[in-house]
């Protein structure tokens, strides 16, 4: 159910899934499903919530082979633009859960606002460690270009919006005392 589901909502998005179509492709009865998640927006929670979880290692991994706060920004620019590029890309789950549910005080919505929380103070720490004197304001213009990459890279030219956002990391790092 889980991988099925993640496949799904991400390919297809989530609301055009429905509940008999997840059960259907999982191979789990009804009663299975309404018992482990009790509603669809559940499961959607938890899509949420594992995809966090993978960016977070992602990040970690990052963290442990680089040697410095600028090692792992330029990695994290790097996992962006190898997930931009792929032929299957459709843009960052977070925003297209987000553009789903409309009432920022859903479930959903708070767990992506979760998300972006982290990521940022993730940012603000980095650009802190590597010098950056407004490591804020850097944080907030990275995360910015990342959302711009990621729906160019999307609707448009992943190679151009990744360097686009290659190009707007130098200029914060460059920054950097």
Not at 49 to 69: F, L, N
């Amino acid at each position: 159910m889980l991988t099925t589901s993640d496949r799904l909502f991400y390919d297809e998005g989530i609301r055009t899934v429905g509940v008999d179509r997840l059960i259907s492709e999982s191979s789990v009865t009804k009663a299975t499903f309404y018992k482990h998640f009790g509603a669809k927006d559940n499961l959607v929670v938890d899509y949420i919530g594992r995809r966090h979880a993978s960016a977070v290692a992602e990040v970690e991994a990052i963290t442990a082979r680089e040697p410095d706060a600028t090692g792992v920004i330029r990695g994290v620019i790097a996992s962006i633009t190898a997930d931009i590029q792929r032929p299957e890309f459709r843009g960052c789950p977070f925003v297209n859960a987000a553009a789903e549910f409309a009432n920022s005080s859903h479930p959903v919505r708070q767990v992506v606002l979760q998300h972006r929380e982290w990521f940022t103070d993730t940012l603000v720490e980095l650009f802190r460690k590597a010098g950056h004197p407004l490591s804020g304001d850097a944080a907030d213009e990275f995360l910015l270009a990342r959302d711009g990459a990621m729906v160019g890279g999307y609707a448009g030219d992943p190679i151009a919006s990744t360097a686009a956002l290659s190009r707007v990391a130098e200029r914060l790092l460059a920054d950097c005392v």
